[in-house]
């Protein structure tokens, strides 16, 4: 890995909550020269892509006040410092879609806005999801909407799926869902 370039002098935070911070931090680069970088800093958070046990992939509308549109996604959440990601993962599956996995695995992880912020989604695939009751809270307005495999994947990459982070999350657990099938032929 190539060295870091820029030297943290000093930080502080501008604003926090229980979802994100923003820090602002002074830094000097290389040539010398300092500035000031204002970083958004986020807890990891979890995407589960869903499927059921009859083959569906359960996706989400949920309305987003930030952006004043409904959002297809798939659910995901951020914890609190200490919980196990799967054990999120898990949580928020129950929360979102009244879920409960037969198998939860761990597929990728990514940056989320590497440019402007340290938050990274780790994705997980969530195996034979039997749906029961939903448990969202006061802020999500959420309409289960499942799908097709084949449906879902073309959906994330025609952008029918307008939430970026989710519709990576179904692409990368593209080749685990299918040998999951393949699998369950045998």
Not at 148 to 172: C, F, H, Q, V
Request: hydrophobic share 40%; net charge negative; aromatic share 8%.
């Amino acid at each position: 890995m190539r060295e870091r370039p820029y030297q943290t002098l000093s930080s502080r935070y501008l604003w926090q909550s229980q979802w994100y911070n923003v820090r602002q931090d002074q830094v000097r680069l290389p040539n010398g020269s300092e500035l000031t970088y204002t970083i958004i800093d986020k807890p990891t958070a979890v995407w589960i892509v869903p499927i059921t046990t009859d083959g569906h992939l359960v996706l989400i509308e949920q309305y987003r006040y930030a952006v004043d549109d409904w959002c297809l996604e798939i659910p995901a959440g951020t914890g609190e410092p200490g919980i196990e990601l799967a054990d999120l993962a898990a949580r928020e599956l129950r929360e979102e879609i009244g879920g409960s996995a037969e198998h939860i695995l761990p597929i990728a992880e990514f940056y989320l806005m590497s440019g402007i912020g340290n938050g990274k989604a780790k994705v997980f695939l969530a195996l034979n999801v039997m749906l029961g009751e939903t448990a969202h809270e006061q802020t999500e307005y959420i309409h289960l909407r499942p799908v097709p495999i084949e449906e879902a994947l073309d959906m994330a990459r025609s952008g029918m799926i307008n939430a970026g982070p989710s519709a990576l999350a179904i692409l990368l657990s593209e080749t685990k869902i299918r040998e999951f099938f393949r699998e369950q032929q045998l």
